[in-house]
C-alpha cells in the first residue's frame, strides 16, 4: 500500500487522521509564529521589542507548560487547544499595531498572553503525538508531525518572501501580519475538529488508553512529582538547550547578514530542511531489526556529530562581524554588507550553513520526543512530561532571547549554544542507556470518591 492509499484509507478516529490534524494546528498557528520569528526581531528592523515580546512569551510558557498537562488533563484537548491557538493570531495582530504606533507595549504584552497559550497547546500536542501510536510507530508519527508542522514555516518563509519582493524597507509591511492572523485563526478553529481521546482507535484495534478521571489536587502531586523523577531530572539540560538557539539563528544569523526579502527565503529552506531531517530520523528511530537502546545510541551519535560540524562551520562565519543593521541607519559590519539571495557567490555558504541549522533542530527536538515516549505509554503522563519538556525549553529560550536583547556580542552567544549542546547529551546519554523495549502501559484508574469527572471526561463522551 502507497503512502497516498494509506492516507486514504485512514479513519477519522485512527490516531494518524489525529495527529495529522494537530499537525495542520502547528501548522498554521506556531508554524506561521516560527516564521515570524525566524525574520529576526518578529521582522522589525529593531530587534528590541521582539526580542522583549519573545522574553515575555517565555516566561510565561514557563509556568504553562508544566501546568499544561494538567490543565490538559483536566479540560481536555479540543477547546484548549482552539482557545490556545487564538493567542497566536492575537501575537501577530499586535505587530501591526508597532508598525504604526511604534510603542511595543502591546506586543510585549502579546506575548506573554501567547506564552499562557503556547503552554497548553504544546503540552497537547505532545500527548496526541507520542501516546496515540503504538510502540513501534512512535518515530514515525513524530516525523509525520514535524513535516507538516515546518510546512507551516516554509509557507510563513514564503509569505514575506513574496510579499517583501520588491521592497526596499527592513521591516515587515501590515499585508503580511495580516496573512499570518488570517492563518493563525483558522489553525485554531481546526482543534475544534479533533476526535475526543477515549474515541481514538489504533490499527490493531486497541483503544487509545487514557485515564478517564483525575482532579486538580491529583495533577498538582503528579507535577510536584516530575520534579522528583530522576529521568525527568536528567534530561533538563536537554530541555533547556532544545529552542536556546533559535535567538542566536533568527537574530544574529539571519537577522544580521540578510536583506528583508532574503531572510524569508532563508526559511523556506531552514524549515523546509527540518522536513527532510525528521523524515529521515524516523527511519532509524522505529527500525525494530535494533533494540530500542542501540537505535536511540546510535541516534544521539548522529546529532552530536552533525552538531559539532555545523556549529564549527558558524564559527568561522561568525568571526568575519559583530553586528547587523543598527537603529540609526547603522549598517551591518558583515563583509560587502547585507547579503542579497541573487548574489550567488556571497549567499551560498551562508544559506547552505542556515539550512542545515534547521536540519539539527529537527534531528535534536524529533530525538527528545522520542526519548520522552519511550518512557511510558501512559497518555497523561506523557502530557504531563511534554509540559515539562516545554516549560524548562521556555526557560532556556527565556534567558537567550534576553541575551540577545541586552546586546550580548554574537561570539559569546554561540559558543554559549555550543557549549550547553554538548553538555546536554551527556545525561541524553544516560537515559537513552536505561531505556527498555518495552514502556509501561498506563491502566485505568477506578472511580473514588475524590476523584470525579472532569471537563475531559465530557470531552471523551460527547458526540463529534
Known amino acids: 500500500m502507497g503512502l497516498l492509499d494509506r492516507f486514504r484509507s485512514m479513519s477519522y478516529y485512527s490516531p494518524m487522521t489525529q495527529v495529522v490534524l494537530v ?21 522589525q528592523v529593531d530587534r528590541t521589542t521582539g526580542n522583549n515580546a519573545n522574553t515575555a512569551l517565555y516566561c510565561t510558557f514557563i509556568v504553562f507548560g508544566v501546568l499544561g498537562g494538567a490543565i490538559v488533563n483536566l479540560c481536555g484537548v479540543r477547546w484548549t487547544i482552539f482557545g490556545s491557538g487564538l493567542t497566536y493570531a492575537l501575537y501577530s495582530s ?3 499595531y508597532l508598525n504604526h504606533t511604534g510603542n511595543g507595549a502591546f506586543t510585549i504584552a502579546a506575548g506573554a498572553i501567547l506564552g499562557i497559550g503556547a ?17 513501534e510507530e512512535k518515530g514515525r508519527y513524530i516525523a509525520v508531525f514535524w513535516i507538516i508542522f515546518n510546512m507551516g514555516g516554509m509557507l ?54 487514557l485515564v478517564k478521571y483525575t482532579s486538580a489536587g491529583k495533577e498538582a502531586v503528579e507535577i510536584l512529582k516530575l520534579f522528583m523523577n530522576p529521568m525527568m531530572l536528567a534530561l533538563i539540560p536537554m530541555c533547556f538547550a532544545s529552542n536556546f538557539f533559535y535567538s542566536y539563528q533568527f537574530g544574529p544569523i539571519n537577522g544580521s547578514i540578510f536583506n528583508i526579502r532574503t531572510r524569508g ?14 523524515y529521515a530520523l524516523s527511519f532509524l528511530l522505529d527500525n525494530q531489526r535494533m533494540t530500542r537502546r542501540t537505535r536511540g545510541m546510535i541516534a544521539l551519535a548522529i546529532v552530536g556529530v552533525f552538531f559539532n560540524v555545523v556549529w564549527g562551520g558558524t564559527l568561522k562565519l561568525q568571526l568575519q562581524y559583530t553586528h547587523g543593521p543598527l537603529s540609526g541607519g547603522i549598517p551591518t559590519d558583515y563583509p560587502g554588507g547585507l547579503i542579497d539571495f541573487l548574489e550567488s557567490k556571497r549567499a551560498a555558504g551562508p544559506i547552505i550553513l542556515y539550512t ?37 525549553q521556555s526557560l532556556g529560550a527565556t534567558i537567550a532571547w534576553q541575551l540577545d536583547a541586552q546586546g550580548v556580542s554574537y561570539l559569546n552567544q554561540l559558543i554559549g549554544n555550543w557549549v550547553l549542546l554538548v553538555i546536554s547529551m551527556v545525561p541524553m546519554l544516560y537515559v537513552v542507556a536505561t531505556l527498555k523495549d518495552h514502556s509501561e502501559e ?3 484508574a477506578a472511580i473514588t470518591e475524590d476523584l470525579k469527572p472532569t471537563a475531559s471526561y465530557y470531552d471523551e463522551k460527547a458526540k463529534v
Request: glycine residues 16%.
Open 23 to 43: 499537525g495542520f494546528v502547528c501548522f498554521l498557528c506556531p508554524g506561521m509564529f516560527n516564521a515570524l520569528n525566524g525574520m529576526g526581531g518578529g521582522g
Open 94 to 96: 499586535s505587530y501591526i
Open 119 to 135: 503552554g497548553i497547546l504544546w503540552a497537547a500536542q505532545g500527548m496526541i503525538m507520542v501516546s496515540y501510536p503504538r510502540e
Open 156 to 209: 510563513g518563509g514564503i509569505l514575506p518572501f513574496a510579499i517583501n519582493y520588491h521592497s526596499t524597507k527592513d521591516s515587515l509591511s501590515d499585508g503580511v501580519y495580516i496573512a499570518f492572523v488570517i492563518l493563525e485563526c483558522i489553525g485554531a478553529s481546526l482543534g475544534l475538529a479533533l476526535a475526543p481521546p477515549a474515541k481514538v482507535v489504533r490499527e490493531d484495534g486497541s483503544s487509545v488508553v
Open 265 to 278: 527565503f532563508n526559511n523556506i529552506f531552514y524549515w523546509g530542511a527540518q522536513m527532510v531531517g525528521a
Open 356 to 392: 542545515l541549522h534547521g536540519v539539527g533542530d529537527a534531528l535534536f527536538q524529533n530525538l527528545a520526543y522520542w526519548i520522552i515516549g519511550s518512557l511510558t505509554n501512559d497518555g497523561q503522563k506523557l502530557s504531563r512530561y511534554a509540559g515539562f519538556y516545554k516549560g524548562i
Open 442 to 444: 498506563s491502566v485505568p
